[in-house]
């Protein structure tokens, strides 16, 4: 089984003059097509492994491979480009650009892989934006539309690369009940439909039983 | 259209006050700079042109004999020179048809004239002057002294033993054109027929000079067929005094520029304009600290449209573009803008700012280049003012500020 990030014995220690390691020794495997759910308490650690699965952040100890390729050695550069290409990401808050109309959000992952608009990805844009219902809102800016319906701009965003995992960070965690059903059926859906792995920190327990596996942080372990 | 110039855009038309607002400070401070610059250079230009309009750009004068030491200085040995006036009579230019001829072919000068100078005393009535008589050929002279043009009454014309005489000695003798005066030297007593009243702009000159015909000059001096001055014009005025080292050195005559007989306003206009560099130096530096403060806080408000933009695949050398072209972008309207004001001021101060008889106080134009100069320097000014802001928010790390 090809997996798309495979974490080996990462450990984070953060600061500098009085260390903490906020995650033990973690290893983990995402294989293509995945509905991970990742569970915790508050401040156990899930927003620093994501990170890190991410190519947000670098472990202190251990490794991380993306597709079979070890990512300590490359620099920052090379860290963005993989990053874009490989990776999209959901956060709890939006965080649409609000300069930018929704459809120029979505194009924008786009346009910084190839420096520039090209043919066919405004085109791209609608459609993604069309999947997730926002077919008739793409030049709206993020501040004319609803919390749910910017969670799903954000999650077409995520879409634009066809990365190979999308990686959540509570994704549902500021919307209403409604709305959170809606964008996480979204997810189970692209998943089942394009083959795009998820990996999503949740607290709430019925969401996280939807998913195909769920692993729980305690303490920076994995359990 | 560039990924990092499509977002500078957005994000200068998101912020639109902001952006008004350094872009308005951008156009004060060129405004500043333009206004101040054509003031002082139509200050300098006018200044240039009173004290050339009475002179020649450069003069060969075979009697102003420089020092010429006997011995070779060299070793231990240090040789002291001084003038020893050798002659009693007035050194000539020899050959000089041929070499006026020279002179003239010689780059960088436009047009060269024959002088012949020498002193005498008027005399009208019982009244006597001293004065500088110079013997010319009026035709040649006035392309290097516009002297043709200076004429306030009569012709200019120097026929037989006509002469042209300076308004404030017309005016101190209370003589006119028709009039006769005579002039003495060693030689004698001749009478001349006042053809031209001239006024040169310059007061020691209409005062002090009197112009006849180089032959009669040549006649009143006691130097048949000879000349000891030789004036010449210039293509590029403050070139002068490169030129004239040269020629001295090819003719081996004495030779004096404007430049260096007008030192002491050089100096002043030089310093003139060192000021006033440092003053559109100085609005310059607070432009680019607007400009940058400005770009600093905004940078800090997007701390985290900035990581996510890094999350998203863009490179840090872009995210720096992004506000290095809103710096770019901020200098470049700012200062086309502050062009236009900057003229309009310059334009109202020498429309209000009038001689007695309705004439500017001075010239005040600008040519297209000097335009695009304040341009490009205010468009640097502005990525040099982003630079800070740019490199800050290169280094924002999208794990520290993405939740
Ligand atoms: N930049 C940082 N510097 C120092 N400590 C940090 C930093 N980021 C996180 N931590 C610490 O690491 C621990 C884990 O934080 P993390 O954000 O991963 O928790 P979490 O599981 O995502 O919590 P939550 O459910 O509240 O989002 C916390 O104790 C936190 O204080
Ligand atoms: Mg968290």
Known sequence: MSAILELRGVTKTYGTRIKTEVLHGIDLAVPRGDFLAITGQSGSGKTTLLNIMGLLDRPTNGTLAVNSVDTAGMDDEAITALRGRTLGFVFQFHHLLPALTVIENVMMPLMADKGRETPGMRDAAAALLKRVGLGERLNYKPDEISGGQRQRAAIARALAMKPAVILADEPTGNLDSVSSGEVFALMRELNKSDGTAFCVVTHAADIAKQCDRIVEIVDGRLV | MPFSVFIAFKYLLDEKRQTLFIMSACAIGVAVMVFLYGLISGLQRSLVDRTLGSQAHIILNANKEKPRPLAEAGGDTAVMARVERGFDRPQMIADWPRRLEAIAASSGIVAAAPRLTGAALLRRGDVTRPVGVSGIDP????????????????????????????????????????????????????????????????RSVNENQ?????????????????????????????????????????????????????????????SQSSSSYLIQFFVMVAVALGIASVLVVSVVQKRAEIGILRAFGTKRSVV?????????????????????????????FRDSAKNPDGTPLFPISYELSEYVVFIIIATLVGIIAASLPARQAARIDPAQVVH
């Open chain 2, 139 to 202: 035709e040649s002279f006035t392309t290097i002294v516009p002297l043709a043009k200076s004429v306030v009454a009569g012709r200019y014309d120097l026929v037989g033993d006509e002469i042209f005489v300076g308004k404030d000695l017309a005016d101190d003798l209370g003589v006119t054109v028709g009039d006769r005066v005579a002039l003495q030297t060693r030689g004698g007593a001749f009478n001349f027929l006042i053809s031209a009243v001239f006024d040169l702009g310059n």
């Open chain 2, 210 to 270: 009197v112009f006849v015909s180089l032959r009669q000059a040549q006649a009143l001096l006691e130097a048949p067929g000879d000349i000891n001055q030789i004036d010449t014009r210039v293509g590029e005025i403050f070139e002068a005094e490169r030129v004239a080292r040269r020629l001295e050195k090819e003719t081996g005559i004495e030779t004096i520029s404007w430049m260096e007989q007008n030192s002491q306003l050089l100096i002043a206009l030089r």
């Open chain 2, 320 to 348: 720096t573009r992004i506000f290095l072209i809103q710096g770019a972008v901020v200098g470049l309207l700012g200062s086309t803008v502050g062009c236009f004001i900057g003229t309009g001021l310059a334009m109202f």
